[in-house]
């Protein structure tokens, strides 16, 4: 079994920057991929970036060249990089864990929230 709890959110000023964490515990050798999802208030969850074991990275269009999606050494911590934030970006973002067995795992989420 494998357990996500993110950590990092908070307010921002747009044009401002976060960095979001996700620490994995548990089973992570049965993690075959990560990523960061994110919901907005009176939306639908959205899917922001993902990175493979072999350490890919794919981003969503509304992202791109402004977010980082990486892992630490130890393989067991996810990280989001934000970068020239903008309001657009206020949501809750969840950490995601695809496991061998093609099973999904959720944390609970942190909450960004981008205003000046």
């Known amino acids: 079994q494998v357990q996500l709890v993110e950590s990092g959110g908070g307010l921002v000023q747009p044009g401002g920057s976060l960095r979001l964490s996700c620490a994995a515990s548990g089973n992570i050798f049965s993690i075959y991929s990560m990523g960061w999802y994110r919901q907005a208030p009176g939306k639908g969850r959205e899917w922001v970036a993902r990175?493979?074991?072999?350490?890919?990275?794919n981003y969503a269009q509304s992202v791109k060249g402004r977010f980082t999606i990486s892992r630490g050494n130890a393989k067991n911590t996810m990280y989001l990089q934000m970068n020239g934030l903008r309001p657009e970006d206020t949501a809750l973002y969840y950490c995601n864990a695809t496991l061998g067995d093609y099973s999904e795992v959720w944390g609970q989420g942190t909450l960004v929230t981008v205003s000046s």
């Open positions: 990175i493979s074991a072999g350490g890919t990275t």
